[in-house]
């Protein structure tokens, strides 16, 4: 790791079970920050049948890495689960703005300096990362919302909400605790009219209460655009 090398989220979806897989392969390459969780995937029975999926739950693997090995991670996972086939999984990164202090010096233990410039894979830069925190049950309204608009599938964490009484004084309503996280990877350009359509279907002055934000993606694998035959 170079001295003046970046933390970014490295962000790996695949099928429920298979999450343990890519943390041993992050940790076998001296990345020892990984988070794995449990989420539901949203895709509809048209589109499970077409990339012959037979279910939708889903292993979330947050990994810190830094910036300079993301290429040669994520060409590491795409091999395992073959990312280059539809249906197989995700894999994409997110900057970082700050990090503990700790995080770089233990990152930099046990693996090699780098000095060659980072490459990234040709997705870069074109996609966004939408995350709406809902009411729990409200789901199915978010993705409708989305779909509509060319979202083709996301994937669901389920969540509590803590601290509520400050943000009731300022709403002036009352929040339900249990929520939903719901994460859409879109094309940059259909960004808005998918956060539009979800925060008129889904937003704060609905029941589902829900607040949008998103965040640029800068490297990707294993997603792509429908093509017509």
Do not use: W
Request: hydrophobic share 40%; charged share 30%; aromatic share 4%.
């Amino acid at each position: 790791m170079r001295k003046d090398d970046k933390i970014k989220l490295l962000v790996t979806i695949v099928d429920r079970g298979k999450g343990s897989a890519a943390v041993d392969i992050y940790r076998s390459h001296g990345l020892h920050f990984d988070y794995l969780c449990m989420g539901l995937g949203t895709a509809n029975s048209q589109i499970l049948d077409y990339f012959g999926l037979s279910e939708t739950e889903k292993d979330v693997v947050f990994t810190l890495t830094p910036a300079s090995r993301v290429r040669e991670l994520m060409e590491l996972v795409d091999e395992r689960f073959d990312l280059s086939s539809p249906g197989r999984g995700i894999i994409f990164s997110l900057t970082l703005s700050a990090v503990s202090g700790q995080i770089p010096q233990v990152l930099c233990k046990g693996a090699e300096t780098k000095v060659e410039e980072e490459k990234t894979v040709e997705a870069a830069t074109k996609y966004d990362l939408i995350l709406v925190v809902v009411n729990r049950d409200s789901l199915d309204i978010v993705m409708d919302a989305a779909r509509a608009q060319g979202a083709r599938g996301g994937t669901a964490l389920h969540g509590r909400r803590v601290g509520l009484e400050d943000v009731e004084n300022l709403v002036g309503f009352t929040l339900q605790p249990e929520k939903e996280i719901v994460a859409i990877l879109t094309p940059r350009d259909k960004k808005m009219q998918i956060m539009r359509a979800i925060n008129k279907a889904a937003g704060l002055t609905t029941e589902c209460r829900g607040l949008l934000f998103s965040l640029p993606v800068e490297d990707m694998m294993g997603l792509r655009e429908p093509t017509e035959e």
